[in-house]
């Protein structure tokens, strides 16, 4: 199994952007989808974004469809999620995830591996 870390978390204003990294080690992240997927205390694990690891297509959730680019970086053996525009709605702790299909699929069950999640705040 190859071990995620994510980063780039923290505090930003509402309108204001954040980029996340996943960055895997123990084999590349070219071969799986990658997803990222986010969660908020007492709510259920929310799929927002994937990277198909077959064809590079992609996914996004409605809810953050056109504020949200996801994007890999087979050099660094890194997938980023670009957040712009932030609202308060999307403060969570964000996880990358991979070890599942090849195509896209943001539903968590399929994902063997996981990383330790990083926490965005969305406040003024």
């Known amino acids: 199994q190859v071990q995620l870390v994510e980063s780039g978390g923290g505090l930003v204003q509402p309108g204001g952007s954040l980029r996340l990294s996943c960055a895997g080690s123990?084999?590349?992240?070219?071969?799986?989808?990658v997803g990222w997927f986010r969660q908020v205390p007492g709510k259920s694990r929310e799929g927002v974004s994937c990277i198909s690891g077959s064809d590079g297509s992609t996914y996004y959730a409605d809810s953050v469809k056109g504020r949200f680019t996801i994007s890999v970086d087979n050099a660094k053996n890194t997938v980023y999620l670009q957040m712009n525009s932030l609202k308060p709605e999307d403060a969570a702790v964000y996880y990358c995830?991979?070890?599942?299909?090849?195509?896209?699929?943001?539903?968590?069950?399929?994902?063997?591996?996981w990383g330790q999640g990083t926490q965005v705040t969305v406040s003024s």
């Open positions: 995830a991979t070890d599942g299909p090849m195509g896209c699929t943001v539903v968590a069950g399929l994902f063997r591996s």
């Open positions: 123990g084999r590349t992240l070219d071969y799986y989808a």
